[in-house]
């Protein structure tokens, strides 16, 4: 379930790539994932069935019972195949359903199929619903796959009282015997900025004779980098050597983010180099890491080097693989080179991805070339490519910029019609806010603040210091706004000392 617990993650999100190097985060990378085409399979296989189906009220039941209608079987090893490439594609309100109707069949969940169905539980109902889940088993189902899910859950939503209580009920049933659950908890702490709390758990690893593997070892690597003691994080690396735990790209990736942290970037040249030299490679994220970390250290050949390797091992270049590119060559300052990329990208692409063009776009909007930017986003639309938030962002921060306000008010509004509100509290991001508030308090512009306010309660991002921003607004205007009160009232603000005395002067 959570083997990966320590997985370095390349993306924060789809337009800026990073390695964490302190509290590592644990799944593979989403955005590989997500990029991917659908696998070529049979057409008549259950699963390209399954990862047909529409949204989330899709009744996988249905399919299924028709699959068993047509005289085909389902057997447990098609599920389990079916689930895997469900929550690849991230899928999971199907994958709850395939278990439901599994459950349902001859077919029963085993220990490991429960565990997973508690990580799908919390992704799509919180952690309340694995928790029920969880306690609602019986006594022989809650083993150290089930509980270690839990576990999981609870440090994916930095849940430290609960998943330190949960570890400890954990030790008392003896269920922490191998280094899983020490990584996850110990990638917790790493989160929740308690780096010196995992010495204490290798050092309880190492009393109970429980084997460290190269996640426990690259956590304690970055407990010391967090607490700038670097002699420490080269000991830990010593230590791998002499208990014979191998040297993998992926720990060199993490120490060259460890030294460029620190600022030694010669460093971190160094340990990428030994990964660049290692034999058989052929996983796209080495590849990636390569092009991101040399791209830190403003290594231009390197980057160039591995793309190279990455082309010569990977021939059909994925959509993914071009965004690793393109940003990198944004952070270098390469126009040329990002210029050049993207026209082979876009000539070659099975699937033109809006995240790719977001990066030449950023580029073209950044160098003020307003009439390149809005023919890119036209091309987008005409090879079938929606514009997304990001794109969105990055036009209302250019209008934003330009104190064009009609036009960055237009693409706020267009992006908060795409805003699910649950989910992407970062459009618009605070600075943009402060962008728009300044702007309508210097102009006096009451219009522009009301649209603003409007919108914004649309997405619930509405608060206190927008209405404090509207009455100065107001105030700055020498208008009277006498129903603000009652509108502050109805919308639930909770109002500060500064709204109640800008109240009495606005609207007295």
């Not at 098609?78 to 109707?101: M, N, P």
């Not at 390197?302 to 390797?309: I, L, T």
């Not at 590119?325 to 300052?333: D, F, I, P, T």
Request: with cysteine; charged share 30%.
């Amino acid at each position: 379930m959570a083997s990966n617990a320590s997985r370095l993650m390349l993306f924060r999100s789809p337009a800026s790539p990073r390695w964490l190097s302190t509290a590592t985060a644990t799944a593979t990378a989403t955005a590989t994932a997500t990029a991917t085409t659908v696998p070529k399979v049979k057409t008549d296989s259950l699963y390209r069935k399954l990862l047909a189906l529409g949204g989330t009220d899709a009744n996988v039941a249905e399919t299924l019972d028709e699959w068993v209608k047509e005289g085909k079987s389902v057997k447990r090893f098609d599920i389990i195949s079916s689930v895997k490439q469900l929550r690849k594609f991230k899928k999971y309100d199907h994958a709850i359903q395939l278990y439901e109707w599994m459950e349902r069949s001859n077919n029963k969940m085993n220990n490991a199929d429960r565990a997973i169905l508690i990580g799908l539980l919390a992704k799509t109902e919180g952690v309340a619903s694995a928790e029920n889940y969880f306690n609602s088993l019986q006594d022989s189902a809650k083993t150290k796959k089930t509980y270690g899910a839990l576990l999981n859950c609870y440090r994916q939503e930095n849940m430290l009282a609960k998943a330190t209580e949960l570890f400890e009920k954990m030790r008392e049933l003896n269920l922490t015997s191998d280094a899983l659950n020490y990584n996850n908890i110990m990638s917790l702490h790493l989160r929740v900025g308690q780096p010196e709390k995992v010495h204490l758990l290798a050092k309880e690893m190492e009393e109970k004779n429980i084997p460290a593997d190269r996640y426990t070892y690259n956590h304690l690597m970055n407990s010391y980098a967090s607490l700038k003691d670097f002699d420490a994080v080269e000991k830990v690396m010593e230590k791998m050597e002499t208990n014979r735990v191998k040297h993998d790209w992926f720990t060199y990736g993490n120490m060259a983010t460890i030294y460029l942290n620190a600022g030694l970037v010669d460093k971190a040249n160094a340990s990428l180099e030994k990964i660049e030299k290692m034999k058989n490679v052929h996983d796209h994220e080495v590849f990636h890491t390569l092009i991101t970390l040399y791209a830190r250290t403003s290594n231009s050949s390197g980057v160039e080097r591995a793309w190279q390797s990455l082309k010569l091992t990977h021939p059909k270049t994925s959509n993914v693989s071009y965004l690793i590119m393109l940003l990198a060559l944004s952070k270098l300052g390469d126009v040329d080179g990002l210029e050049k990329y993207f026209r082979e990208w876009e000539s070659g692409c099975a699937t033109y991805d809006v995240r790719v063009s977001n990066v030449i776009l950023e580029s073209y909007l950044n160098r003020d070339l307003i009439e390149e930017a809005k023919l890119l986003s036209e091309n987008m639309v005409k090879r079938g490519a929606e514009p997304n938030l990001r794109t969105l962002d990055l036009f209302m921060n250019f209008y934003l910029k330009k104190c064009q306000m009609d036009l960055a008010l237009k693409y706020l509004e267009t992006g908060a019609s795409k805003v699910n509100p649950k989910k992407n509290k970062w459009f618009p991001n605070e600075e943009s806010v402060s962008m728009f508030l300044k702007y309508f308090e210097k102009e006096k512009d009451t219009e522009g603040a009301e649209k603003f306010c409007e919108i914004m309660k649309k997405i619930g991002r509405l608060d206190c210091k927008i209405y404090d921003s509207l009455l100065l607004t107001y105030k700055a205007a020498g208008k009277v706004e006498p129903q603000m009160r009652q509108r502050i009232k109805e919308d639930g603000i909770e109002m500060s000392s500064e709204t109640e005395k800008l109240l009495h002067k606005v609207c007295p």
